[in-house]
């Protein structure tokens, strides 16, 4: 079946980029995905990126796709005490973009 | 719009107890899902449904049922709860095409002694 791996924890300073990075296993995702999860809260979508693009940059956010590799990676530039969270990684599941395989997710914490 | 609601918030059970976990979307949505969220472990698929009377099994399913009786309702039960199913209780819905984001609600901790 899918897996989609992320490391646990990452810590930064305000104002140093952060690089959140994941693997994934089904190379007919036609989607992959970056969700965030504040404290209590449900996930809410932070990015995309469709399987042909290499790249997308969304303001702070830039996102990267190896599909060789199979490796997904969200870049936050100027990372901000209020982007401490927990970040996912999905793939839509065996091409179907209705059910998404999660990671585990990576918790930020960003100091002052 | 409310969005995706879920109730209860919290809710302990002891083993052997059942309950019902309520999910409402007011967008319309076809497709509606149920995960449970465990340290380490990412979100995991309980149910999913593709539409209105539709359910289907998803990664961990066992000792859970779910019913879409009405299309902005997805219900989730626990007959004989289990120490085992102690998570988060995450319901989602997305709409049919686009990008198929799914939209969260705030999650159901249930603690099972």
């Known amino acids: 079946g899918e897996d989609v791996e992320q490391s646990l924890f990452l810590s930064v300073r305000e104002g140093d980029s952060s690089v959140i990075n994941c693997t994934y296993t089904?190379?007919?995702?036609?989607?992959l995905y970056w969700y965030k999860q504040e404290p209590g809260a449900g996930l809410q979508l932070l990015t995309y990126i469709f399987s042909n693009m290499d790249m997308k940059q969304d303001q702070r956010l830039t996102v990267l796709l190896n599909k060789k590799d199979k490796h997904l990676s969200l870049r936050i530039a100027d990372t901000q005490t209020g982007d401490s969270a927990i970040y996912f990684c999905a793939e839509s599941s065996n091409g179907t973009a209705s059910k998404l395989t999660f990671g585990t997710g990576t918790r930020l914490q960003v100091t002052l | 719009n409310a969005g995706v609601t879920q109730t209860p918030k919290f809710r302990v059970l002891k083993t052997g107890q059942s309950m019902t976990l309520l999910c409402a979307q007011d967008?319309?949505?076809?497709?509606m899902y149920w995960y449970r969220q465990d340290p380490g472990m990412g979100l995991r698929l309980i149910h999913y449904s593709v539409g209105e009377g539709t359910t289907a099994k998803g990664e961990v399913p066992d000792g859970y049922n779910v019913s879409r009786l009405k299309k902005q309702n997805f219900l989730l039960g626990l007959e004989s709860a289990a120490p085992s199913q102690t998570s988060v209780y995450f319901c989602?819905?997305?709409?049919?095409?686009?990008?198929?984001?799914?939209?969260f609600g705030p999650g159901t901790r249930l603690t099972v002694t």
């Open positions: 967008m319309n949505h076809e497709y």
């Open positions: 989602a819905s997305c709409r049919t095409g686009g990008i198929y984001e799914q939209y």
């Open positions: 089904d190379s007919s995702s036609t989607y």
